[in-house]
């Protein structure tokens, strides 16, 4: 990936949701290992939490954390399969103003590489609500370090080039 290393890294504000019925901090092998990779990287965990797979918790808590100014950014691991309670991408799709559609369908294209056809189940989404942007992730450890490792890490980084998420965050305003 291209970084300008003659760029100075700017740090963001992120909230960490992990969306289980059955997920507490210690066994919260996905949110752990995101958790550690974007503080790593030197971004901030504003908030964490972990909530249940039920689409009016999900979307009351996404939303709230839209409105909170100290965030800029939401990452969410869990409920995107095709289980009956899984309803992610539904919470994310009724909240967002914007879809970006180029997140889960990379997402998919790593993860295709990966574990072939199996990569239809996975409903990946990324959006954009109250100028905050939102990437949903599957639940699992390696659908995280593959979300954060190819995609997540250079779009969050404003030193990537071409472009990158992170320089045009003072234009979300725009009307």
Known sequence: MNIDKSLKFVSINIGLITISDT?????????????????????????????????????NTISDLTKNKNIDAIITTGGTGLTGRDSTPEAVIVLSEKIIDGFGELFRQISYEKIGTSTIQSRAIAGLANH????????????????????????????HKPCNFIEIMPRLKEK
Do not use: M, V
């Open 23 to 59: 997920r507490t901090l210690e066994n919260d092998k996905s949110g752990n290992l995101l958790n550690e990779r974007i503080i790593n990287f030197g971004h901030k965990i504003e908030i964490r939490k972990i909530i249940k797979d039920d689409i009016e918790i999900i979307k």
């Open 132 to 159: 905050t942007y939102i990437f949903s992730l599957p639940g699992s450890p390696n659908a995280c370090k593959d979300g954060w490792d190819q995609i997540l890490q250079y779009q969050l980084d404003i030193r």
